[in-house]
């Protein structure tokens, strides 16, 4: 506790430095409102056809027809699937009331928002209502903050907690190979990078901004509920001498995994030319969703 009294001030500082020199940064990259035009432009999916033409529709392994509606389909299963685990762990867990003190699940949960949002958009689209343009921004938000952070917390899992509970005994707290645990640490990654492949959301610079902001609110949250229960969901986020060496290392690998996913996202915006594809709805005078 004498160290928290002056790491957690020091660590502040530091998240409030990296916060601004990001937005500086991005700033300068770019203005954030061409990346939400552009933004808008590329939601949805690679399916949907060209605006010059109805009847061309490319896909990722050439041309699947009905590519939309599949993708719409697998949204709703996978969210059913999602919806469905989280209500078992709920009743089920070991871990009564502290679920929400685990970054897994604050992950897991923007992961079934996204989903939702997701599914609604496919919805939207497939009944030719036209997507509302606050739900395509607010999607594709979440879509950026959840992918990354999605193979970031399945790799912690994998390559560091569960190596330090095997080794620690801590097994009798959770069982770090039950379905569930797969399902929240594997399973869902794969799906949202089989989402990743199929849709046209993309990844900007301006995204690492947001999960910076999601990572700190989620530090602070732990503090806070330190200072009443006592309890550390991770032994990395303890606030002693070591903190600055731990905080920083899992800070520069949100960093190393965000690039990752940006630069796969690049790689997909021009391999399959999505600067210069719409949705079907945004045909002719290109207004039905930005005048939304």
């Known amino acids: 506790m004498d160290a928290a009294i002056w790491v957690a001030p020091l660590l502040t500082l530091e998240f409030v430095g990296v916060t601004y020199y990001v937005y500086v940064w991005v700033s300068k ?9 552009h933004a808008l432009k590329t939601c949805g999916t690679i399916f949907d056809p060209r605006p010059e033409s109805a009847e061309d529709e490319t896909a990722v392994l050439g041309e699947i027809p009905f590519g ?8 709703t299963a996978v969210f059913a699937f999602m919806v469905g685990i989280q209500i078992h762990v709920y009743i089920t867990s070991r871990q009564k009331g ?19 949002c997701a599914v609604a958009c496919s919805w939207f689209h497939l009944t030719r209502r036209g997507v509302p343009e606050k739900l395509l921004r607010l999607t594709n938000l979440l879509y950026a903050i959840a992918l990354p952070m999605s193979l970031l ?3 912690v899992y994998w390559c560091i907690l569960v190596p330090q509970a095997l080794s620690s005994g801590e097994t009798q707290a959770f069982d770090p190979f039950s379905f569930e645990m797969f399902a929240q640490h594997a399973i869902n990654t794969v799906c949202f990078y089989l989402e990743f492949i199929f849709n046209r959301f993309q990844v900007h610079d301006h995204h690492l901004l947001a999960i910076i902001l999601y990572t ?3 530090c602070g ?26 905080y920083n290392l899992v800070f520069l690998f949100h960093f190393v ?3 990752l996913v940006h630069c796969l996202s690049k790689i997909k915006q021009h391999k399959f ?6 949705h079907l709805e945004e045909s002719q005078e290109e207004t039905s969703l930005l005048d939304a």
């Open 98 to 116: 502290q679920q929400f003190l685990f970054f897994t699940i604050w992950t897991y949960h923007l992961e079934i928002v996204f989903y939702a």
């Open 29 to 37: 990259r770019k203005s954030l409102k061409d990346d939400n035009a």
């Open 257 to 259: 995994i965000f690039k």
């Open 216 to 218: 700190m609110l989620y």
């Open 273 to 278: 030319d999505l600067s210069n594809r719409i």
């Open 68 to 75: 939309h509606k599949v993708l719409a389909v697998s949204r």
């Open 221 to 246: 949250f732990i503090w806070v509920q330190h200072l009443i229960t006592k309890f550390w969901p991770y032994f990395f986020l303890k606030l002693t001498p070591a903190a600055f060496a731990w």
């Open 153 to 155: 917390v399945s790799i």
